[in-house]
């Protein structure tokens, strides 16, 4: 070692022993430190507010469901080919967690809420039901609520609607919904014994307010910029819908694709919540092609919060690509 080089050297330990030293006056990397910063238990809050066109839109959340090991619901996939695909994307292995991203958008003069949660079911456990909860934290009345739009009448969309007491969380909303999801939905033998807990919950919400319902058709633009899309496989009436605002658009994709890497990288996956499987596999390809290749952004129920990104194509399937939050505007 060189003069110069044990000159340096030495400096350097000075350095070292003077920040050293100065950290423990101003109270920096010390244990006593750490234990004197307490930080809160709970997360931020859960809704995340943007602008389309001239629209408001804000997403809330109802809470996460928890599907467990993803075999059950991923049809068709050997436990390699999903632990691969899951690992790539540095997922978990062992447990499916779905979100569930409310939208709620002011456009055209109208307040119009897209899907509506759980409610008060407990099937997923206990940390789904948090609508009312974000709504209220996002500043948001329930009572300014004009539209609820369902994109079908699943036990995990349509909850909502009514309150544990049987009163209307949404007093002054109009329901949309295609008449096709409604009427089978709300038939207990259409259902079936084996999902009687999706029929109690569709018959619970839907039926009181039939007289406030309107059914949707195919290419409808039923509100101010929104058009509904059907999508049909999921459910017999899966519907999604397009936003659009001043040049601005956004489809709002409901469950078209329930995961953003199982049902995208090998989109002919079937889902075990699918009615029809394989026709749901075939909307979801045909869907995610014309999304892509308008390069429209999408807003997916069950993705990663707040579920809004862009799809692509990548090799025979797709990939989920998440836009950044914007969590402060930028002017000029």
């Known amino acids: 070692m060189t003069h110069l080089d044990l000159t340096l050297a030495r400096r350097g330990l000075i350095a070292g022993g003077t920040f050293a030293a100065a950290s423990g006056l101003l109270g920096f990397g010390t244990r006593d430190a750490e234990a004197r910063v307490q930080m809160p238990a709970a997360q931020a809050p859960y809704y995340y507010r943007f602008k389309l066109g001239d629209a ?21 996939l050997s436990k390699e080919d999903i632990d691969r695909q899951l690992t790539e994307n540095f997922l978990p292995t062992n447990n499916i967690v779905l979100e569930q991203n409310i939208l709620v958008v002011t456009i055209g003069g109208k307040t119009a809420l897209f899907d509506t949660g759980m409610g008060s079911v407990k099937a997923f456990g206990s940390t789904p039901g948090k609508l009312m909860k974000t709504l209220k934290a996002a500043g948001i009345d329930p009572a300014g609520i004009d539209a609820i739009v369902l994109s079908h009448a699943h036990i995990d969309h349509c909850g ?21 999801d409604f009427d089978y939905w709300t038939n207990e033998a259409t259902v079936g ?18 007289d406030r319902i309107h059914f949707i058709k195919d290419h409808e633009e039923f509100l101010p910029g929104i058009t509904a899309m059907t999508a ?6 899966h519907t999604v819908f397009m936003i659009n605002s001043a040049g601005k658009s956004l489809c709002y994709i409901g469950d078209l694709t ?30 995610l092609n014309m999304l892509a290749a308008n390069r429209i952004p999408v807003l997916a129920y069950h993705f990663a919060w707040p579920g809004i990104g862009n799809v692509v194509k990548f090799n025979d399937g797709f990939r989920y690509l998440p836009a950044p939050m914007e969590m402060m505007t930028v002017s000029g």
Not at 160 to 179: C, D, H, L, Q, V
Not at 193 to 210: E, I
Not at 258 to 279: G, I
Request: charged share 20%; aromatic share 8%; net charge positive.
């Open 56 to 76: 408001q839109a804000t997403v809330v959340s109802d809470g996460i469901l928890p599907l467990g090991a993803p075999g059950g619901a991923f049809l068709g």
């Open 193 to 210: 014994p084996k999902l009687k807990a999706f029929y109690d919950q569709a018959h619970k919400n839907l039926s009181p307010n039939k």
């Open 258 to 287: 329930h995961h953003p890497v199982l049902l995208m990288e090998k989109p002919l996956t079937e889902f075990a919540y699918d009615t029809d499987p394989k026709q749901s596999a075939l909307t979801r390809v045909r869907v």
């Open 232 to 237: 049909a496989g999921h459910t017999v009436g």
């Open 160 to 180: 909502g609607i009514m309150s544990e007491r049987g009163t209307r969380n949404f007093p002054n909303a109009r329901i949309y919904i295609s008449k096709t």
